[in-house]
Every structure is written in C-alpha cells, then in structure tokens.
C-alpha cells in the first residue's frame, strides 16, 4: 500500500512530514511517496542521517507550495505545481491509494472534489472527526466542509458516519442522531425537520440505526457515536468542544499552580491527568477523512507534529484496508431523499 | 420593588420557590409575590416556621400549573389560571416590575410575548444567559428563543447584548462579535454574510463595538464580551460547554479517585477545584433574562433549588433598577436593518 504525503503542507512541514514518514515506514511498513520540494526533503533526510532514500520513501517534486491565503477556488488552476495538486493527480492516477496533507482545509476539500472527484450519487464530501466523548469517542459530520447543506446532504452523511463508525471505531450497529435544539421531532429548523423523517426511513429500511434528535450536552456525555448535523453547527460543535478543554486545561493548570500543597496533589495525580491529555490529543487519530470523494483523502492537523504525522499514515492505511469509501460507494441508492 | 414569582415552575417548586423567596426577602429587603396554590404555598412556609404570612410575602393564588409537555402557543388560552400565565398578567398590569419563572421555556417565552408584548420595534425576544470563560464571562444571544433568525434579528440582538453586557457585567465597551466557522467576513451561511455589514454599520454609527467574526474556540478563551449568533448555533453552543464541562468533571473525579494518591492529591487541590466549580455553577446566576420583553421575565434554570430561586430574584431586582428595558426602547430606532 502506498500513501501520497504532502510534505509541504502545515506548519511544521517539511520536517514534521520527512520524520513522520520516516517513522511509519519503520514502524508500519507503509510505502510513502513524499511530494512537495525534493532538495527539501532530501536535506531533512540527510539531518536525521539518510545519505540516500530510505527504502519505501519515494519523491514526487513538486515546486510549489499552496498557501493558506489562497481561495480555495483557485488553487486548482493556479497552483497546478504545489504539492497538494500535484499529489491529488498522483491519487487521481492511481500512483498511491490515499493522499494526506496539513494544508489549507478549505483548498484540499475543494481540490479533491475536481481532481480525485466524489463517489457517483454523492451530493457532497464532509469532514467528520472523530471526537472524544464520556466512555469513548462520536463520529461529528460534518464539521465545516458544507455550511450550507440540504435533508439529503444529511441523509448521505448519516450513511457515510455510520460506514465510518462501523469501520474505525468497530462500532456494530452505531447510534445515529440528528443534533438538534431538542429532542421533540418538530424541534429545529426546517432542515432539521425535513431531515427527521429522511433519517426514521432510513432507519426503518434497515440502513442506519437512528435514534432520534440529540441536544449536544448529551453528545459529550455518551449519548449517540454518529451526530449528523451541517457544516455551521458542527464546526461551532467542534470548536466549542476544543475551546470548552483549552479553557478547563488553564484553569486545572491554575489550580495544580497555585499553591505548594496543590503542586504535590497535581504531582499525586499526574498519571490520570496525563491519560486525560492523551485522550484529548488530537496528534492520536491522526485526521479528519473527507468523506465521499472515492479515494481517502485525510486532512491533518494545520499544526501536526511528526506523530500527528505518523497517526495520519496509520489511519490513511486503515482508510485503504476498512473498503469505506467501496461500502459508501455499494449504498449510494439508498442514500437519495426521495423528491415529494 | 416587588418582584412576582411562579411559586409552581420547576422540578423542585413549590419547596425551592418559597425558600428562596423567604430568603430573599430576608438578605435582599425584596418583596416577591408567590402566584399559585395558596394551599401548598402556605403548607412550606409553614414547614419553615412561619404560621403567618412573612413580611415582604405577598400570595396570589393560582390554581392550575403549566405542564412540561404544554405546547407554548396553547398555554395562554388552556392555562389561564396556571400560576405562570397569572403571573404574566399581574405583571403587566403593573402589580409587580419582574416576573420569574423556571417552568418551560417555550411556553414562558410566548405568553410573557403575547401578555407582557415586546419592546415596541423589537422583531423577537432572545434568551441572552452569561456563561464563564476564560478571564470572565461573556453574554451569549441568543441560545434558543429563535431558531430561524434574520439578519435584523440578529442586529437587534447585538444591540441589547451590548446594553445587557454594560449593565450586567460592567464592561464599559462590550466587544461583541458574530458567531461563524472562520474569521474572514466571507465567511458562514447567507444570514451571517448578510448580518455582517449590518454589524460594521452599527459600530461605525458609534452604537456597538463589533469586532468582526469569531470561532466557538475563541469564545471561550475570552475572545469577545457579546456572542451574537441565532437561536439554533447559540443552543448548540451552550449545550455544547455544558456537556463538556459535564464530560470534564467526570473525568476529574475518576482521575481524583482512581488511587489513594490521586484521593490525597484531590485533598490538596480542593479549594481550587471548589472554586472553579463554583464558577461553573449555574445557580450563581440565578437565571436568563429575556430580552426585548417590555418588563423584566426571567427564566430561571428547571431544576432550580433555594439558592438559584434567590440569585434569580437578585437578578431580576438588578434587571429593574439596572434600566437596560428603557436603554432598549430608546435606541430603537439605530435597530432596524435598512431595506435595499
């Protein structure tokens, strides 16, 4: 298996990229086609001490690099030579089997859609983390790709949450819910109605397990392991969430600080609050997977480090061997609202 | 200053009612009007000792209770003598300058809207609670009244969140902001592309301070004092920072009592626990003004005890003397979205 990296991409690129790389090709046995600059990645290599390529490390040059700044819209004409294009055409022709990169969230969507393309019936591709949760750990889709989104955009990623859930957090018949301001089916607004009884049919065909709506206290404490929800209301989900921890992090921080009693009790506790940590890691799942493009594209963490790197690779992989993108792709009549 | 209150409304009245009203006769010199079932009223107050009716007590029997599963738009008409309802009408006829309730949101919105009626200009009432972060707190507007919001709503909405912020918070210049999935003011659906420029005007009118677009993330390490977002996202929002203030205190109290170090360590670290669990401490608050009502409403939290009652009559007795209603009415006419 073959996973096109753009080593480029994110803030700590191209060293974070190189060392990961490096570390999963030993680690996992993965083959990386690194893309981006080669007199750059070569001088990475050279720093940790490869004279030559390291067997299962190949170079795709790319000389230009996708910028933060550009429009989304715009990167697939103008920055035809970046890394992020020219590894998304690499995956397109079938040199490798997923693409990841740090870069621009906005772009990657953007690019993937026009070169590597969505799965046929798939209205659009959504972004779906994987995020940690009172006893486990939720599918969010979508988190920002669709601000805009209609009851089959729902319907569809309900399907692909559920496929994904199956799949990656082993889940056996995951619980679907439709984040709402309630609970009661006529609660939200007139996408969340509409969606409602797209979602219960689907349910009762047999496709999805749905559970109804779900109010996001309940989320956090355990409450579905797929929550389907638009772009806007996912994104300000997630954020929230991330936000909500940095904001108790400084606080424990404070109170572990304050004193030197409460220093001894932070060192007393220190191996719980350091399991708490790792689980709010974002470096371990590694990315976010696009959903519904018909090859995995992952979008890493802006700031990845070399193992949010090396997580990135292991959960490519697992995106090639779980045959998510074939079960989506094998579904895709069941997932149309049907036209009243 | 005479502030009514629904004896009946929440999982704990009447006991929770009436205690905190004797209370808060006792600490505040209020006067609050118990509206229900003078039986039941009488029965608590003389559980506590009293066999007369307290100075600063006053009753006003209501026979029937509005019930959870009442649908808003019904009350008004099929409880009519519901203590809320009657309540409602005490107030707008002028027996009391607030009203408390911690029954159902839904129903205590749209009678105090249609017996108490709106600010003249005002497009829709918004639920507009404080939440902590970091550094303070800021006010969130709205969190649930309206799901389906217009940019003029939304205008509205900054304008009393401001006023609410001065007088409740005390910051001379409320930074406020507008709830989005990215900064840049191309950013979000149609509503905040179009609330936006509704937003720069009123800031260059001198009216508000708007500081343009913020992330969920930002708002809770502190990044504005107003967070103006429609009923939908903002209940999102707020539910979101409960369930994961939920999610953290679990995980707190495991990693605390996981070991006899870690219970030694909890010991050493209490009083900064308590602190921030004071912090989060809904109670504190006492309720949720609504903003745009005529009079003062306050919807306290469902399950209020006997020290939220007394911190939601605090609130309301602040509401009055505070002005923020007239500081509303008088600014009206900077509130409407210019038609193009």
Redesign the interface.
């Known amino acids: 298996m073959k996973i096109i990296l753009d080593a480029m991409g994110g803030d700590l690129a191209p060293k974070a990229t190189v060392l990961g790389a490096v570390e999963a090709v030993k680690e996992l046995g993965a083959q990386v086609v690194l893309v981006g600059r080669g007199d750059l990645i070569l001088a990475e290599l050279q720093r940790v001490g490869y004279s030559t390529l390291p067997t299962g490390i190949e170079i795709l040059d790319a000389p230009d690099v996708v910028d933060m700044h550009d429009a989304p819209e715009t990167v697939v004409k103008q920055r035809k030579d970046s890394s992020m294009i020219v590894g998304l055409r690499a995956l397109a022709e079938g040199q490798g089997d997923a693409f990841i990169s740090a870069g621009s969230t906005g772009a990657l969507l953007t690019a993937a859609t026009l070169i590597v393309k969505r799965i046929r019936g798939i209205r659009r591709a959504a972004l779906s983390p994987t995020i940690p949760?009172?006893g486990g750990q939720f599918v969010l889709i979508d988190c920002?790709a669709n601000?805009?989104c209609t009851p089959e955009f729902l319907l569809q990623f309900a399907f692909m949450g559920s496929f994904y859930a199956k799949k990656f957090l082993e889940i056996r018949k995951p619980r679907v819910a439709l984040?709402n301001?309630g609970v009661e089916d006529s609660?939200?607004?007139?996408l969340q109605k509409q969606t409602y009884p797209l979602l219960q049919q689907a349910d009762r065909d047999g496709h999805i397990h749905f559970i109804g709506n779900i109010?996001?206290?309940?989320?956090?404490?355990g409450g579905c392991d797929v929550l389907v929800t638009d772009?806007?209301?996912g994104?300000?989900?997630?954020?929230?969430?991330?936000?909500?921890?940095?904001?108790?992090s400084?606080?424990?921080k404070?109170?572990?600080t304050?004193s030197l009693?409460?220093k001894?009790?932070?060192?007393?506790?220190m191996?719980?609050?350091n399991?708490?940590k790792k689980?709010m890691d974002y470096r371990e799942t590694g990315g976010t997977l696009f959903l519904g493009i018909s090859k995995p594209v992952i979008k890493a963490h802006g700031s990845s480090d070399e193992r949010a790197v090396f997580c990135a690779i292991r959960q490519a992989m697992q995106a090639v061997t779980s045959g998510v993108t074939n079960e989506i792709a094998a579904n895709i009549d069941a997932m149309r609202a049907v036209k009243e």
């Open positions: 949760c009172q920002g601000a805009e984040l301001n609660k939200g607004t007139d109010e996001a206290r309940e989320v956090m404490t772009g806007f209301s994104n300000v989900f997630l954020k929230c969430v991330e936000g909500t921890a940095k904001f108790f400084g606080e424990l404070s109170i572990f304050s009693g409460s001894i009790g932070a060192l007393l506790c191996k719980g609050v399991g708490l689980k």
